[in-house]
């Protein structure tokens, strides 16, 4: 079946330590991301990646790394630079967009089942 | 900045009751606003809305998307325990065509039997 598979479900990490959250994706999407939502909060975007060999900085990068050196993977590293970890996380990816009759161009996210992160 | 905001942020009903529940947004370039359903952990696609008046239906559930007034709405009739998640609403920011999104807060719709 194809989507977006994110590991672990779960992860608990000691103050100080990095950790690597995975996220593959096998719908042949160019693009993918990271997102972190915070209780009464929305998704805010940590990075994203619109191509091979090639991410930017979302929102709240700070204390975050990313690598794709692969069309299908897009793990992400919680370093321990960032001060309040706790939190879950979402990969997405989006196919190419597609032109509207009227003009312009857009296309959706779909999103992993997410990894909740809790620094102990 | 891109900003996006959901309105109420709760809210709480029986079964059989409609619900309608609000986004406005402001966005720079913008291409379309899309809606999501996050039940417990992976946020669901729902509408993705690009043209002012046309109303999008799935079932029980619609949206429709006002470019002028800068405002989506999404019905949700006949509701049933089921429809029991978040809303999600967002916008593709940053002047990309790409799914960078912005997202509002986000409505936590409770149904009760």
């Known amino acids: 079946d194809g989507g977006i598979t994110q590991s672990p479900k779960y992860l608990f990490r000691k103050e100080g330590q990095n950790v690597t959250l995975s996220c593959e994706q096998n719908?042949?999407?160019?693009?993918m991301y990271w997102y972190r939502q915070d209780p009464g909060q929305g998704l805010r975007l940590i990075y994203y990646?619109?191509?091979?060999?090639?991410?930017q900085k979302g929102d709240i990068a700070e204390g975050y790394s990313v690598s794709r050196e692969k069309k299908e993977s897009f793990p992400l590293t919680v370093t321990s630079a960032q001060k309040n970890p706790t939190a879950f996380y979402l990969c997405?990816?989006?196919?190419?967009?597609?032109?509207?009759?009227?003009?312009?161009?857009?296309?959706?996210?779909?999103f992993g089942q997410g990894t909740r992160l809790t620094v102990v | 900045e891109d900003k996006v905001v959901q309105s109420p942020l709760s809210l709480v009903v029986h079964e059989g009751d409609t619900v309608t529940l609000n986004c406005s947004y402001e966005v720079t370039n913008f291409r379309s606003l899309l809606w999501y359903k996050q039940e417990k952990k992976a946020p669901t696609f729902l509408f993705m809305l690009t043209s002012s008046g046309i109303e999008k239906k799935s079932g029980r559930l619609s949206s429709i998307l006002d470019k002028k007034e800068l405002f989506s709405i999404l019905n949700i009739t006949a509701t049933q325990t089921g429809d029991s998640a978040v809303y999600l609403c967002a916008a593709p920011s940053g002047g990309t065509s790409y799914g960078k999104l912005t997202f509002g807060q986000g409505t936590i719709l409770t149904v009760h039997p």
């Open positions: 990646s619109q191509i091979v060999n090639d991410f």
């Open positions: 997405a990816s989006s196919p190419l967009p597609r032109t509207f009759p009227g003009g312009g161009s857009s296309t959706e996210a779909f």
């Open positions: 719908l042949n999407h160019d693009a």
